[in-house]
T-cell receptor
Framework: NAGVTQTPKFRVLKTGQSMTLLCAQD?????MYWYRQDPGMGLRLIHY???????AKGEVPDGYNVSRLKKQNFLLGLESAAPSQTSVYFC????????????FGPGTRLTVL | SQQGEEDPQALSIQEGENATMNCSYK?????LQWYRQNSGRGLVHLIL?????REKHSGRLRVTLDTSKKSSSLLITASRAADTASYFC?????????????FGQGTILTVHP
């Protein structure tokens, strides 16, 4: 099993450009999450999904959109990138949410110029 | 805002010594988790302690939870150079939280050979 994978690993954008980050998991997990990590800080939740076709806002959702069309994939979109979105983005998944560990992907390092 | 606060922010010890990291949180929880992050990598789950538990062990790890003080500690005994990493506590929001986690800012542990 590959676990949780993220594509791409690195990306540089110019202000105003758009992009989509892909998260895929092969563990048949129901719950998936997108976090961002900024220097010297812990992770902050952007959006999450409790199952195929569902999405919900986390702590810092502004400027991002998500979709969960297939159970194994969770996409994070930036419609018009801003320098404040320069960060490392992590995707995670878990079986049933509340009582289980989250499995994390390796991260995507995004720089917005 | 971050629910979890961790101290110390950085800890430097010699191999063989014990390392203790502390975490505080603000609201009631269902569980609290500890994660480890090696530089430039994703997070790896270490241990989960439920709100009705006071202490939990896993190998060289010992976690305590004091819900009256809204605090937790992680003890790593007989540390090794390979334990060098950042350590994060993460608390859920209590109730039906869908596994949403709030992370502390982390403790950077350096273990010198």
């Amino acid at each position: 099993n590959a676990g949780v994978t993220q594509t791409p690993k690195f990306r540089v954008l110019k202000t105003g450009q758009s992009m989509t980050l892909l998260c895929a998991q092969d563990m048949n997990h129901e719950y998936m999450y997108w976090y961002r990590q900024d220097p010297g800080m812990g992770l902050r939740l952007i959006h999450y999904s409790v199952g195929e076709g569902t999405t919900a806002k986390g702590e810092v959702p502004d400027g991002y959109n998500v979709s969960r069309l297939k159970k194994q994939n969770f996409l994070l979109g930036l419609e018009s990138a801003a320098p404040s979105q320069t960060s490392v983005y992590f995707c995670a998944s878990t079986i049933n949410g509340l009582w289980d560990e989250q499995f994390f992907g390796p991260g995507t390092r995004l720089t917005v110029l | 805002s971050q629910q979890g606060e961790e101290d110390p922010q950085a800890l430097s010890i010699q191999e063989g010594e014990n390392a203790t990291m502390n975490c505080s949180y603000k609201t009631s929880i269902n569980n609290l988790q500890w994660y480890r992050q090696n530089s430039g990598r994703g997070l790896v789950h270490l241990i989960l302690i439920r709100s009705n538990e006071r202490e939990k062990h896993s190998g060289r790890l010992r976690v305590t939870l004091d819900t009256s003080k809204k605090s937790s500690s992680l003890l790593i005994t007989a540390s090794r150079a390979a334990d060098t990493a950042s350590y994060f506590c993460a608390s859920d929001a209590g109730g039906t939280s869908y596994g949403k986690l709030t992370f502390g800012q982390g403790t950077i542990l350096t273990v010198h050979p």
